[in-house]
């Protein structure tokens, strides 16, 4: 069909009823069998929407009237949370953003025909809030300096200062930061000139240590004022134990730069995990959740059955997290990860802990499990934790010809991981039980899972 014979146009308003939810949680109604996607709309309510974009064989909507409200519909949130990609399933009652996670993979498995069930998204307590890490654009709008969110499929920045479910001394800091920055006339990066000082600011702190790290991005080489400003921000936030520039001045939506100059302060800031300490650099991958982090790796551990005596792969590893956390309880743990500054971590870790059977090693793990394959590596469970783009062909063939007893995946995006566990069916590893999700990221669409595969 082509967008001409679209039986919809731009600002036409109609009343529809949701039937389903994106997997980036919009409501889809259809007219005349053609699918409109539908900002904040929850399923099972009757909406008046008012089209704001037609496509050929698609349109999206906004909400003008809820005529029918859903049972599962969250008032108590402000919209700029749900329109804006902060909190996309905010609108959502939390009962029914876990069971939205649980359908999510159970429908992507039906699309692969595997018949794996997947078990009750396990959730928090309290879902909010719970952020350990910031990454806020910085932009000019109205001759001020803002910080905030873009609004969704696009670069316009919303002026936010409660992000909801990020750590609240985080948002405070942000909002410190950005006033700090106001005070000295620094310059907020223009994107389509490519002109200006401050990208993004980010802001890490400590679940437990309450150390905090900011790190400043910046298009310049320079930051101007450079001096007051840390003096200001040491002054008005305590608990600052790192303030760092990013220099990234590339045209790209990529936030960091590579290269780090230590402000003030110390190049990491430390925090615990499981009873563990943890340096963690401006670059390196930290989870974002700590309070289900710790439960995710607890159960990614007991689903391996280890009893000490196995020889385990870490692919993806990041700082050590997993590494670290089970080598107490394996013999040998071998690790491999992408980012140079991740490894330096992942070593100082090892040390500070006092664990001495881990290796790291820097690499790309689809490249170095092969190697390992080849030098007859024999572990008894590969763990692998890849970001969304899911594992290689090449990576999935070098740990089955590595048979290993179990393989756990622990995957943040359930659409590579269900086309993996088909790969892996085709050599003969199977998922046994269930795949449990764990709600790593309330209020948002990702879904984070444990899958534990066997040999058939
Ligand atoms: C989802 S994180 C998991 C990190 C760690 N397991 C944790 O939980 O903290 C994925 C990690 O894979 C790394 N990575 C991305 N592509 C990679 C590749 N091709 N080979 C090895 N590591 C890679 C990233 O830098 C990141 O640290």
């Known amino acids: 069909m082509s967008k001409k014979n679209a039986p919809v146009s731009k600002n036409q308003q109609f009343d529809v009823e949701i039937f389903d939810l994106t997997y980036l949680g919009m409501g889809v109604a259809k007219i005349d069998d053609f699918p409109i996607f539908v900002a904040n709309a929850v399923p099972g309510e009757t909406v008046k929407i008012g089209i704001t974009k037609v496509a050929s064989s698609y349109a999206f909507a906004r909400v003008i009237k809820v005529l029918v409200e859903s049972d599962n519909r969250n008032n108590d949130v402000d919209a700029d949370l749900v329109t804006t990609g902060i909190a996309p399933l905010a609108n959502l009652k939390y009962p029914a953003q876990l069971k939205f996670k649980q359908q999510q993979i159970e429908a992507l498995l039906k699309k692969q025909h595997l018949d794996i069930p997947v078990a009750e998204t396990i959730g928090m307590e309290n879902p909010f809030g719970y952020r350990n890490k910031a990454q806020v654009p910085v932009r000019e709008i109205k001759g001020q300096l803002e910080t905030g969110f873009y609004r969704r499929n696009s670069h316009n920045l919303v002026p936010i200062e409660n992000y909801f479910i990020q750590d609240p ?31 993004t600011v980010m802001v890490r702190r400590g679940y437990y240590s309450h150390e905090m790290m900011i790190v400043i991005v910046t298009k310049s080489r320079k930051l101007p004022m450079q001096e007051v400003i840390v003096d200001e921000i040491r002054a008005a936030l305590p608990e600052v134990k790192s303030i760092i520039q990013n220099i990234n001045q590339e045209k790209t939506n990529v936030i960091l730069g590579e290269k780090n100059v230590v402000l003030w302060g110390n190049k990491v800031i430390f925090d615990t995990l499981l009873g563990l300490k943890f340096a963690i650099g401006p670059n390196s991958f930290y989870q974002v959740n700590p309070q289900t982090t710790e439960n995710l790796y607890t159960l990614a551990a007991q689903k391996a059955e280890l009893s000490g005596d196995e020889v385990v792969i870490d692919a993806y590893s990041g700082i050590g997290t997993i590494s670290l956390t089970i080598a107490p309880k394996v013999k040998q743990v071998y690790g491999v990860e992408i980012v140079p500054g991740a490894i330096d971590d992942a070593k100082r870790n090892a040390d500070m802990n006092n664990i001495k059977n881990v290796k790291f090693t820097l690499g790309k793990a689809e490249e170095q499990m092969v190697k390992w394959a080849e030098a007859d590596l024999k572990p008894d469970v590969i763990f692998v934790d890849p970001p969304r783009k899911g594992l290689t062909g090449e990576l999935i063939t070098a740990a089955v010809e590595m048979a290993p007893k179990k393989i756990v995946y622990i995957s943040c995006n359930p659409a590579t991981l269900t086309r993996d566990l088909e790969e892996f069916k085709q050599l003969g590893y199977e998922v046994k039980g269930s795949i449990q999700p764990v709600d790593q990221f309330p209020q948002t669409t990702h879904v984070e899972s444990i899958a534990v595969l066997e040999k058939k």
Request: no cysteine; glycine share 4%.
């Open 169 to 199: 001394e985080i948002d405070k800091a942000v909002n410190t930061v950005r006033d700090i920055l106001r005070k000295y006339h620094v310059a907020a990066y223009d994107e389509v000139n490519h002109r200006g000082v401050v990208r």
